[in-house]
Nanobody, 122 residues
Framework: QVQLVESGGGLVQVGGSLRLSCAAS????????MGWFRQIPRKEREFVAS????????SIANSVKGRFTISRDNAKNTIYLQMNSLKPEDTAVYYC???????????????WGQGTQVTVSS
C-alpha cells in the first residue's frame, strides 16, 4: 500500500515557476515508478511526467517538455515536479501517481494522490 500527498500548488503568473512535491508513505516507495498527471474539468486526466524507481529513465509529455522536470529523492520518499515558464494552459489539478511500471496512462496507475490545484493567471 502506498499513500501519496501532494503539496506546492497555488496561483502563479504567466512565466512563473512552481515546484510540486509528493510525499509517499510505505516502505516499498523506492520500488515504485512515480509520475504526475493533470486534469481540468470535463477533460480526461492526462500524463505530464514520470520517473523510474532508480531515476534511470524519465518520460515527459510533449506539451511540457523543456519547461517541466521530474525528480525523486528515495531517501525522503518524495518526488518533485519543477514547473518553469508556466502558461495559462498549465492550469489544472495535478495528481501524483505510483505504479510498478513507468506510468504514462491513467489506467495503469496503482495509486493516486488527492491532487493539488495549479492556476496560472495571465
Amino acid at each position: 500500500q502506498v499513500q501519496l500527498v501532494e503539496s506546492g500548488g497555488g496561483l502563479v503568473q504567466v512565466g512563473g515557476s512552481l515546484r510540486l512535491s509528493c510525499a509517499a508513505s510505505g516502505r516499498t516507495f523506492s520500488t515504485y515508478a512515480m509520475g504526475w498527471f493533470r486534469q481540468i474539468p470535463r477533460k480526461e486526466r492526462e500524463f505530464v511526467a514520470s520517473i523510474t524507481w532508480n531515476r534511470l529513465s524519465t518520460s515527459i509529455a510533449n506539451s511540457v517538455k523543456g519547461r517541466f522536470t521530474i525528480s525523486r529523492d528515495n531517501a525522503k520518499n518524495t518526488i518533485y515536479l519543477q514547473m518553469n515558464s508556466l502558461k495559462p494552459e498549465d492550469t489544472a489539478v495535478y495528481y501524483c501517481a505510483a505504479d510498478k511500471a513507468l506510468p504514462t496512462t491513467p489506467s495503469q496507475v496503482d495509486y493516486w494522490g488527492q491532487g493539488t490545484q495549479v492556476t496560472v493567471s495571465s
